[in-house]
């Protein structure tokens, strides 16, 4: 029986078999380590030159989704949200002291969490003080929001601290399953949001959609995907949604019994990237898509597009300085993650002390398997020094049989209707993976 087909991927269930990392980092997060960091964070800081990104972490909602897998808390008390903006300006201070003059920063990212979560003046008050403390000439400023919450004084904000980027947790727009998630939101939310974040001048607007989510099939999620696209979305995240109970509590709210199979997620990735292709969205890596104009696409198409902690993006800068309880700083040395728990966190800033106290040291090896890993899911393409090659051999067989890749020489390349399998290929570069430790499904 010829395998199936859906669009314009090819279902080979026993190459998604084994789940995968994401690789938003190589080594990945799995790889760190408990230990204080604090003397690497200080020495890579001190080494930094030229221009940087800054992401700070907000690790509060208003309300919390029930498949949602980030370190964020209810933002029901005031003097908790107050006590944790105070470290927050503490670890700028010291952060910003140990950097060499000639460090600029070029981006500023808020991410949670919903940055939203706090007060419009606090969040003003947060800009000024990285103003004040770091050198940001001309910032390109994003934060992630959620809609429900988006007040009139919030655009007031966002007009006024200049942010151009902003991406919305819309997840679906299905009333139905938005319950069996926990996050109802009516669409009339979301249009109003697009609506006050283009008259406050943001320029680009992403959508973080999922896919695999209870009570979805085909149909609802092509729903979801024409809203989105007559709704103006500069960007689109399509996830698959990891139902992983064991390791968030949160998500046992949500029926498994409910949840499509292996099969129905690959049909509703298949089907949604090509719905997006066809609505004018550029794919970009294996599960974003943009506008043409945008500048993600653009970079894209010239072959600019890099991979981090935020995922697909055209950030050019080599390090991202993470500041906030569990954020995560990107250094060509070493990865260094903010203690997670905001109680400790507040004791260390408020002591004096770098917050860093989980992460990994990155080999001269982790450098080179880690370009591989990003070139392949960046740009679908990378040169294979020979003795990787020859390792990878067995492992990439099963994908060459299927017409997934070929070689060009020194260069592995993924072919058209690879984007499912992307993270499987790119896993066979990686190190560390041995099969003990659980990821997300590859699609």
Known sequence: MPPERHADWTYYPDLLAQAVPRYTSYPTAAEFGDESLETVQREALAAVRGDVSLYVHIPFCQEICWYCGCNTAAANRAERLAAYLDALHAEMVAVARLLHPSVRVSRIAFGGGSPNAIQPHEMVRLVDALLVNFRVPWPVISIEIDPRSLTPAWLTAIRGIGVVKASLGVQTFDPRVQSA??????????????????????????FDLMYGLPFQDDAVLAETL???????????ALFGYAHVP????RQRRIDATALPD??????????????????????????????????????????????NFQGFTEDQAAVLIGLGATSISQFDTAYVQNEKNTGRYRMLTGAGQLAGRRGVRRSAEDRRRGAVIEALLCHGAAHIDADLAMAAATRLAPFAARGLIRWDADRLILERGSEPYARSIAAVFDAYRSGERRFSSAV
């Open 262 to 307: 292996q099969r129905a997620r690959f049909r509703m990735a298949a089907l949604g990237y090509r719905q997006l292709v066809d609505a004018g969205y550029q794919p970009v890596g294996f599960d974003h898509f943009a506008r043409p104009g945008d500048s993600l696409a653009q970079a894209t198409l010239a072959g600019r597009l890099r991979r």
């Open 226 to 236: 024409d809203e989105t696209a007559a709704l103006g979305a500069d960007r689109v």
């Open 246 to 249: 064991h390791m968030i509590p």
């Open 181 to 206: 998630i926990g996050r109802v939101q009516p669409r009339d939310d979301i249009a109003r949001a697009v609506a006050g974040l283009r008259q406050s001048g943001v320029e680009s607007i992403n």
